[in-house]
């Protein structure tokens, strides 16, 4: 079992930057993809960006988001730059051993953070 604990959420201006945390706990780390996706009031979950050894990026992130992982302290971040009002979601770590771009092939995830984006 893996337990995931998501941080560095808050208020934003547009245009402005923001990094999300996300440490993992219970498994070993380096063998996880691991994953962000987000939820916006009233729309399905999206995929954000996943990592393993190489990155994917969802087109509407590629350019002002980047995800890196650090396995020595089981953690993996969001660094989120020229952020827009439609950025502004729930962000949720996910994490499997074989996880994509979608939200069902991730069995593990954390509680989310909020990321508001003021225009």
């Known amino acids: 079992q893996v337990q995931l604990v998501e941080s560095g959420g808050g208020l934003v201006q547009a245009g402005g930057s923001l990094r999300l945390s996300c440490v993992a706990s219970?498994?070993?780390?380096?063998?996880?993809?691991m994953g962000w996706f987000r939820q916006a009031p009233g729309k399905e979950r999206e995929f954000v960006a996943r990592?393993?050894?190489?990155?994917v990026y969802a087109e509407s992130v590629k350019g002002r988001f980047t995800i890196t992982r650090d396995n020595a302290k089981n953690t993996v971040f969001l660094q989120m730059n020229s952020l827009k009002a439609e950025d502004t979601a729930v962000y949720y770590c996910?994490?499997?051993?074989?996880?994509?771009?979608?939200?069902?092939?991730?069995?593990?995830w954390g509680q989310g953070t909020q990321v508001t984006v003021a225009s």
């Open positions: 219970g498994g070993t780390f380096s063998s996880y993809i």
């Open positions: 996910a994490a499997d051993l074989g996880g994509g771009q979608y939200a069902t092939e991730y069995r593990y």
């Open positions: 990592v393993l050894w190489n990155t």
